[in-house]
Nanobody
Framework: QVQLVESGGGLVQAGDSLRLPCAASGRTFSGDAMGWFRQAPGKEREFVAVISWGGRNTYYADSLTGRFTISRDTAENTVNLRMNSLNPEDTAVYYC????????????????WGQGTQVTVSS
């Protein structure tokens, strides 16, 4: 059974940075893309970032490019999201996901999701 476990969320102030790790287990993730979505209160879940298996390709939501950085450790089956210059609009539950391709993940077609970690940014 696939498990994706996010951590690192919490309450921070505007301008702070935060790193969210996600640990994947339960099967071999060779070739899979990993990434992040988020869901703010009263809004739909939205794509944040994705990274390909070898880390060669990364894609970000247009509004987040430059502030967020995604990375992964294929040996450890982990993916990390580094978030800088946080603002209250970044307040959301952040979800980790795995998919067969970066395109599938970006489109929200992942079959495996974590439970999410709450990030709250105060002004």
């Amino acid at each position: 059974q696939v498990q994706l476990v996010e951590s690192g969320g919490g309450l921070v102030q505007a301008g702070d940075s935060l790193r969210l790790p996600c640990a994947a287990s339960g099967r071999t993730f060779s070739g899979d893309a990993m990434g992040w979505f988020r869901q703010a209160p009263g809004k739909e879940r939205e794509f944040v970032a994705v990274i390909s298996w070898g880390g060669r390709n990364t894609y970000y939501a247009d509004s987040l490019t430059g502030r967020f950085t995604i990375s992964r450790d294929t040996a450890e089956n982990t993916v990390n999201l580094r978030m800088n210059s946080l603002n209250p609009e970044d307040t959301a539950v952040y979800y980790c996901a795995v998919a067969a391709s970066t395109w599938t993940l970006q489109a929200g077609g992942s079959s495996d999701w974590g439970q999410g970690t709450q990030v709250t940014v105060s002004s």
